[in-house]
């Protein structure tokens, strides 16, 4: 799977939440100063390019659709981030994570309970 741009991800976030968009719900998603039309349809030529977003056309409209889940798309960079900067080690990541981005008692205990969760749903 390939890598998006800041501009694509964010283009992108918006046609996950809307699932289903034609231009104008497109740009209507993004926060002032909207993007030009000519940039967001050149940002959805390059993502059908790259296969994470496919089309209906409905007379001279168009209508977007992601092919890729936001879930899978993060998931294959989080692990590709453990795998390239943690030597491929989720211990080293978390440890890098909880102890470098400042999470508070309660994060940490939510983090836990979902630990705890997983760890419960894998010895079944």
């Known amino acids: 799977m390939q ?3 800041n501009a694509e991800e964010q283009l992108m976030e918006h046609l996950w939440q809307l699932e289903k968009a034609f231009m104008k719900d497109l740009l209507e ?6 993007p030009k039309t000519t940039t967001v349809a050149t940002l959805l030529k390059r993502m ?3 296969d994470f977003v496919a089309y209906t056309e ?3 409209s168009r209508e977007y659709y992601p092919l890729v889940k936001k879930t899978d798309y993060f998931s294959k960079h989080v692990n590709g981030l ?18 470098e981005t400042n999470l ?3 994060e940490l205990e939510d983090l836990r309970k979902i630990i705890d969760g997983e760890i419960l749903k894998k010895k079944k």
């Open 104 to 106: 508070s008692t309660k």
């Open 48 to 50: 059908i390019d790259k």
């Open 29 to 34: 998603a993004f926060p002032e100063p909207k």
């Open 3 to 5: 890598q998006l741009t």
């Open 58 to 60: 409905f007379g001279n």
């Open 82 to 99: 453990i795998s390239s900067f943690f030597n491929n080690s989720a211990s080293q990541f978390a440890s890098f994570f909880t102890t």
